[in-house]
Structure formats: structure tokens, C-alpha cells
């Protein structure tokens, strides 16, 4: 019903900066929250950041200040823009949204794209 295609991950080096983007598509009538979630080897996934459809974000401490997360709600599309990259910030990102009408919601993710921090 709802695919998300990711893009924007690389190999980048300490201090650098990337800027995701997933564009949500299908049968799309409803978007509550969006989200960014990362996995590094041997670790769960973690939620970064969310961002509701009004544009209020929260974010894990560990990237405050670093991060931003945003949406255009026209576009169905979600971003994280990364700022002062650090090598533990590398890992497989995922973009999640949640659609409501039904509990629990909708709930969906992108295929993960990887970001690299390294000299």
C-alpha cells in the first residue's frame, strides 16, 4: 500500500555532513508521524528523530544539536539533514512513517540506506 524509497547516504568524513531524504508513495491518504531510526552492527535500532505532521521534532540526545529533521507534507517526503558527523553516527538509517485509521497505525519503512563516518 505504502513504499518508501530512501536516498542521500555515502561515506563522509568526521565533521562532514549528509542530507537524507525518503519519499513516501501509494495509496497515501493520511501521514501522522515520520521518523528516522539507525542500526549499527550489533546494536538495535535506534530512533534518531521524529517529526509530527504540525513540524514538531524530537530527537535522541546523542544528535541534538547536530541533526534536523524535516517534512514537506505536499511531497510526502521526510528529511534528516546531518551535521558534525561523528564515526559512531555510522550505521544502516531507516525512514519510518505512520499513517492513523487503524490501531496500531500504519506502519511502514524504507529499504535503510548506509552512512559511513571515517577518515
Known amino acids: 500500500q505504502v513504499q518508501l524509497v530512501e536516498s542521500g547516504g555515502g561515506l563522509v568524513q568526521p565533521g562532514g555532513s549528509l542530507r537524507l531524504s525518503c519519499a513516501a508513495s501509494g495509496s497515501i491518504f493520511s501521514i501522522s508521524l515520520m521518523g528516522w531510526y539507525r542500526q549499527a552492527p550489533g546494536n538495535g535500532r535506534e530512533l534518531v528523530a521524529t517529526?509530527?505532521?504540525?513540524?514538531?521534532?524530537t530527537y535522541v540526545d546523542s544528535v541534538k544539536g547536530r541533526f534536523t529533521i524535516s517534512r514537506d507534507n505536499a511531497n510526502n517526503t521526510v528529511f534528516l539533514q546531518m551535521n558534525s558527523l561523528k564515526p559512531e553516527d555510522t550505521a544502516v538509517y531507516y525512514c519510518n512513517v505512520q499513517t492513523p485509521g487503524t490501531w496500531p497505525p500504519g506502519n511502514y519503512w524504507g529499504q535503510g540506506t548506509q552512512v559511513t563516518v571515517s577518515s
Open positions: 517529526i509530527t505532521r504540525g513540524g514538531s521534532p
